[in-house]
């Protein structure tokens, strides 16, 4: 028998990827060149290589909405980003594009997310606004070409060009201020546009999930959502029982949505006549969405989850916490370079403190954070 090896997985794709899928053997390459693995295509070695990276396993302890400590059942970093590759795969799948590509887009997505979720990395961009500012996304790229050590041979993760493209420019906005290697101005493939509606899909649907099982707002409230109460009704038609409720009704807006986004998007590359990667690209916009209808019950979703959620008093209070936590260890690190580790202190000459400092605390899940900061305020803990 013959291995599935690299080669026929490429054959493969070549007879299953719909035309404008992005085949594994017309990828531009790494950056710095590597013999191409014998068994994997080079999103499968890429996926791999993210997910044995350190910033990926410190994921489980970086904040999505509840700090780590607060529950072992909510959501993290790491678990959404996992539902979210779930997500990404089955779209794709239907979609006829890279799965690989897709998954390997929504696995490494966060890797530049701060400690404390979206309150650090205000802080982090605030401390940063004088020195070339903070953006999770620049910080994910900047992890995967650089800070991420694992090689002899080069820096960073060496990932291919359509992974480190599809991570600085996989949100809607983002096309044209990519750095110049990256085509600024050309949309990045479909894998790479479908990741922003898989993120949200995730997110907007596990903040349901954690929402109603924190008590933050009750099921009664959030039917004030359309997508909601029409799931919610249907689960109550059906008798369902009460303990399982909320994850029926998530599961069930996961679907529409899904179902919604695969059908327009479907309708729109006809309507485009696209026909491969390159008429993506040249398209001059993006291709994957919702159609109208839908983008409107979203927005009507992600606006109840803002005011209940997103502003109620707990996340709040912990944020503006966090937030104090990250210009702390910011301005102490800063005012004192000595303070960080050698292997960071090191850098400080060739890339100033105030960069080599947002990378270490960037790098922190949320607990080492928290012990950083009471070694070095709490005159009663060892340092």
Same mark, same amino acid.
């Given at each position: 028998?013959?291995?599935?090896?690299?080669?026929?997985?490429?054959?493969?794709?070549? *007879?299953?990827?719909?035309? +404008?899928?992005?085949?594994?053997?017309?990828?531009?390459?790494?950056?710095?060149?590597?013999?191409?693995?014998?068994?994997?295509?080079?999103?499968?070695?890429?996926?791999?290589?993210?997910?044995?990276?350190?910033? +990926?396993?410190?994921?489980?302890?970086?904040? *999505?909405?509840?700090?780590?400590?607060?529950?072992?059942?909510?959501?993290?970093?790491?678990?959404?980003?996992?539902?979210?590759?779930?997500?990404?795969?089955?779209?794709?799948?239907?979609?006829?594009?890279?799965?690989?590509?897709?998954?390997?887009?929504? @696995?490494?997505?966060?890797?530049?997310?701060?400690? +404390?979720?979206?309150?650090?990395?205000?802080?982090?961009?605030?401390?940063?606004?004088?020195?070339?500012?903070?953006?999770?996304?620049?910080?994910?790229?900047?992890?995967?070409?650089?800070?991420?050590?694992?090689?002899?041979?080069?820096?960073? @993760?060496?990932?291919?060009?359509?992974?480190?493209?599809?991570?600085?420019?996989?949100? *809607?906005?983002?096309?044209?201020?990519?750095?110049?290697?990256?085509?600024?101005g050309q949309s990045?493939? @479909?894998?790479? *546009?479908?990741?922003?509606?898989?993120?949200?899909?995730?997110?907007?649907?596990?903040?349901?999930d954690d929402g @109603? %099982?924190?008590?933050? +707002?009750?099921?009664?409230?959030?039917?004030?959502?359309?997508?909601?109460?029409? %799931?919610?009704?249907?689960?109550?038609?059906?008798?369902?029982?009460?303990?399982?409720?909320?994850?029926?009704?998530?599961?069930?807006?996961?679907?529409?949505?899904?179902?919604?986004?695969?059908?327009?998007?479907?309708?729109?590359?006809?309507?485009?006549?696209?026909?491969?990667?390159?008429?993506?690209?040249?398209?001059?916009?993006?291709?994957?969405?919702?159609?109208?209808?839908? %983008?409107?019950?979203?927005?009507?979703?992600?606006?109840?989850?803002?005011?209940?959620?997103?502003?109620?008093?707990?996340?709040?209070?912990?944020?503006?916490?966090?937030?104090?936590?990250?210009?702390?260890?910011?301005e102490s690190f800063?005012?004192?370079?000595?303070?960080?580790?050698?292997?960071?202190?090191?850098?400080?000459?060739?890339?100033?403190?105030?960069?080599?400092?947002?990378?270490?605390?960037?790098?922190?899940?949320?607990?080492?954070?928290?012990?950083?900061?009471?070694?070095?305020?709490?005159?009663?803990?060892?340092?």
């Amino acid at each position: 028998m013959r291995l599935v090896d690299r080669a026929v997985l490429e054959a493969r794709e070549d *007879q299953l990827l719909a035309p +404008f899928g992005m085949r594994s053997a017309r990828s531009r390459g790494r950056r710095h060149p590597e013999p191409e693995d014998p068994l994997r295509t080079c999103y499968q070695r890429d996926r791999d290589r993210i997910i044995h990276s350190s910033s +990926f396993r410190r994921l489980e302890y970086k904040t *999505q909405v509840f700090v780590n400590h607060e529950g072992d059942n909510y959501r993290t970093r790491l678990t959404h980003s996992l539902e979210g590759a779930q997500i990404g795969r089955s779209a794709a799948r239907a979609l006829g594009l890279n799965e690989e590509l897709t998954e390997c887009l929504v @696995l490494g997505h966060d890797l530049g997310h701060t400690p +404390f979720g979206h309150s650090g990395e205000r802080a982090m961009d605030e401390l940063m606004k004088d020195h070339g500012g903070f953006e999770h996304n620049q910080q994910t790229l900047r992890i995967l070409e650089l800070l991420e050590e694992r090689y002899p041979g080069f820096p960073g @993760l060496n990932l291919t060009w359509e992974v480190r493209e599809g991570v600085i420019k996989h949100q *809607q906005d983002s096309d044209a201020r990519a750095p110049a290697e990256y085509a600024p101005g050309q949309s990045p493939t @479909l894998e790479a *546009q479908l990741v922003d509606f898989v993120d949200e899909i995730a997110y907007n649907n596990h903040d349901i999930d954690d929402g @109603l %099982a924190s008590g933050m +707002f009750t099921p009664e409230n959030i039917r004030a959502a359309g997508l909601f109460r029409e %799931a919610h009704d249907e689960v109550l038609a059906e008798g369902i029982d009460e303990r399982i409720m909320r994850h029926q009704v998530v599961r069930r807006i996961i679907n529409r949505c899904i179902r919604d986004l695969l059908e327009t998007t479907r309708r729109q590359l006809e309507a485009a006549r696209i026909r491969s990667v390159e008429d993506v690209r040249g398209a001059g916009r993006r291709l994957v969405g919702y159609s109208d209808d839908m %983008a409107a019950r979203v927005r009507e979703l992600k606006d109840f989850l803002f005011r209940n959620m997103y502003r109620h008093y707990r996340v709040v209070r912990m944020g503006d916490k966090a937030g104090r936590i990250v210009r702390d260890l910011f301005e102490s690190f800063v005012g004192e370079p000595l303070q960080l580790p050698p292997h960071y202190y090191e850098r400080v000459g060739r890339e100033g403190a105030h960069r080599v400092v947002c990378d270490y605390i960037a790098g922190m899940t949320d607990r080492f954070a928290l012990d950083e900061h009471r070694k070095l305020f709490d005159p009663l803990v060892r340092v």
